[in-house]
């Protein structure tokens, strides 16, 4: 079992930057690959990006590649999501997910899900 929370969230102006935390319980963390999802009001959960176990791969949504930085402390059981030149249209819940491999991911096949942290960009 693996418990996942994210912190971070909060207001910010277009063009502005947040990072975003997701701190997970157990030992076995550096078996899972982890990712950020997110999800706009009424919109489908999307896939923003994926880093394998050992932080040395990483994959990008087209959306968000150039801007946004995952990376992850396995020492501290943390996966960060840097997210910069953010735009009003990143606006949206922001979920950490364990799973598998990237590309697992890639494809919403999740082993755990955070419980959410809200991202809003102002114009």
């Known amino acids: 079992q693996v418990l996942l929370v994210e912190s971070g969230g909060g207001l910010v102006q277009a063009g502005g930057s947040l990072r975003l935390s997701c701190a997970a319980s157990g030992r076995t963390f550096r078996n899972y690959a982890m990712g950020w999802f997110r999800q706009a009001s009424g919109q489908e959960r999307e896939f923003v990006a994926a880093?394998?176990?050992?932080?040395?791969?990483?994959f990008y949504a087209d959306s968000v590649k150039g801007r946004f930085t995952i990376s992850r402390d396995n020492a501290k059981n943390t996966v960060y999501l840097q997210m910069n030149s953010l735009k009003p249209e990143d606006t949206a819940v922001y979920y950490c997910?364990?799973?598998?491999?990237?590309?697992?991911?890639?494809?919403?096949?999740?082993?755990?899900w955070g419980q959410g942290t809200q991202v809003t960009v102002s114009s």
């Open positions: 997910a364990a799973g598998a491999s990237m590309w697992a991911l890639a494809r919403r096949r999740t082993d755990y």
């Open positions: 880093i394998d176990g050992s932080g040395g791969s990483t």
